[in-house]
């Protein structure tokens, strides 16, 4: 894998997440923990498109913008945003590799897959917590239908 290979998986997941995260706002409203993170996503993309801006490269267009699904409840949403979060660790463990030699991308890189871990897995794994403790919010809104990506392969 090349460098702008790696440079634009990780720009793709990161436009996945913020779909996906948006979807889960325009149905159930400013929920935590996606109102906080739908924020941080996009500043990881404009990380992103930095880079390629630095190297002259055109930024790849946003394919996932309003052709994502929401899950069936908040609770759903964290579940799959759990798994999202441990996917992205695996992904930037790889493109790091393609990386190497690269301190500026290596650095997007590594920053990027600690927010993801630092702050993103606990916060969604908090927010499922809140969500099975009885508040209430969430449960089966979408008539038992499971998160969907039209287009693409999913997170």
């Not at 498109?49 to 190297?55: G, H, I, V």
């Not at 990027?112 to 809104?141: I, V």
Request: contains cysteine; charged residues 35%; proline residues 4%.
């Amino acid at each position: 894998m090349d460098l702008e290979e790696a440079l634009y998986e990780a720009l793709d997941d990161e436009y996945r997440a913020r779909a996906t995260y948006r979807a889960v706002l325009a149905l159930f409203g400013e929920v935590r923990p996606f109102a906080n993170i739908v924020e941080s996503e996009g500043r990881h993309i404009e990380a992103l498109a930095a880079l390629y801006r630095r190297r002259g490269l055109p930024v790849p267009e946003d394919r996932w913008a309003g052709r994502v699904e929401a899950p069936e409840s908040v609770a759903a949403a964290c579940e799959l945003g759990i798994a999202a979060e441990v996917e992205n660790a695996a992904l930037y463990d790889r493109l790091l590799e393609a990386a190497r030699g690269e301190p500026d991308v290596e650095a997007v890189f590594q920053r990027l897959r600690e927010a993801s871990q630092t702050r993103h897995l606990p916060a969604f794994q908090r927010g499922l917590e809140r969500e099975r403790g009885g508040s209430g919010r969430g449960e089966g809104r979408r008539g038992g239908r499971r998160a969907r990506w039209r287009g693409g392969e999913g997170k």
